[in-house]
């Protein structure tokens, strides 16, 4: 399969690429950080793609999509996995985060499924969104409640794809604590939040056995994301859920 993944120079978006390649796609990688996709499209093996976009920007996403398209002769799949989720309290999360959040989260996936959708409708191809369990499966945790919120909103968004646009197959992935894998394939996501807020929040989390000792083994998530996007539109999954074995 010709698959672009979106968010893919580092974390979970990066293993799932590496690992999409290996079983034999066809890979285009697509974030902000070029040097990382570049390694990423090494380490994916020969022919895939690395290309600079910026899901906030609509021009980035069109030109990053299309040449994705040319590059691999058409787009039988979608994974979106570029989000964002820093940590604030609600009463501290001003205007500003929450357009970053929702820009990111939300508009950037409408972004780039809009510039796809012709070339999924063309070869009957999947649109696979990572959400988190923090927005359907767990309640919202304090401090993530920006995006717990996006995730919900992007949860919607694929309902409200799917009703559109039936030849598609767009599935939502819940996704539960995953530490990913070595290197840059581990996320990123919390790298910017404040030590002494974490510091605060931990044992709110703990206390709600939100912060579960068995972690989601990326690999059965790569396998899961293998086996949504080779199914097809006709019988596609409209959800599945990967979250840990058990809490505490
Ligand atoms: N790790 C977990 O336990 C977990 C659990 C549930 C859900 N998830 C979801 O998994 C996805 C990946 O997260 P991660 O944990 O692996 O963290 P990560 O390492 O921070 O990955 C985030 C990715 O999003 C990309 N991105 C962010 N802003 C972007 C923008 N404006 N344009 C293009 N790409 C952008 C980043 O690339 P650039 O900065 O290079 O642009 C990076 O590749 C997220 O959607 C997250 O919500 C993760």
């Known amino acids: 399969m010709r698959i672009a993944v979106v968010g893919a120079s580092s974390g979970l978006g990066r293993c799932i690429a590496v690992g999409l390649a290996r079983r034999g796609d066809q890979l285009a990688v697509l974030a902000r950080r070029y040097d990382m996709l570049a390694e990423a499209a090494k380490e994916a093996g020969p022919g895939t793609l690395a290309i600079a976009c910026d899901v906030t920007d609509e021009a980035s996403c069109h030109r990053a999509m299309e040449e994705a398209a040319t590059g691999l002769g058409?787009?039988?799949?979608?994974?979106?996995?570029?989000?964002?989720?820093?940590l604030?309290?609600?009463?501290?999360?001003?205007?500003?985060?929450?357009?970053?959040?929702l820009d990111t989260n939300v508009v950037g996936a409408a972004r780039v499924t809009k510039v796809a959708l012709t070339h999924l409708e063309a070869s009957r191809g999947v649109a696979a969104y990572l959400s988190s369990w923090i927005a359907s499966i767990t309640p919202p945790w304090p401090g993530l409640g920006a995006y717990a919120v996006s995730k919900a909103a992007l949860d919607k968004l694929v309902e409200a794809w799917r009703a559109e646009h039936p030849r598609v197959g767009f599935t939502r992935v819940v996704v539960g604590n995953c530490a990913g894998g070595e290197g840059d394939s581990t996320p990123q996501f919390a790298s910017q939040w404040d030590g002494d807020l974490i510091a605060e929040l931990f044992p709110i989390w703990s206390a709600s056995n939100y912060l579960t000792t068995s972690l989601v083994d990326v690999e059965n998530l790569v396998q899961v994301m293998h086996q949504v996007l080779h199914t097809g539109a006709d019988a596609s999954i409209p959800s599945v859920a990967v979250v840990p074995r058990s809490p505490g």
Not at 74 to 86: E, F, K, R, S
């Open 88 to 101: 604030k309290r609600l009463v501290d999360t001003d205007a500003e985060t929450w357009r970053r959040v």
């Open 74 to 86: 058409g787009i039988d799949g979608l994974v979106y996995t570029a989000g964002v989720g820093p």
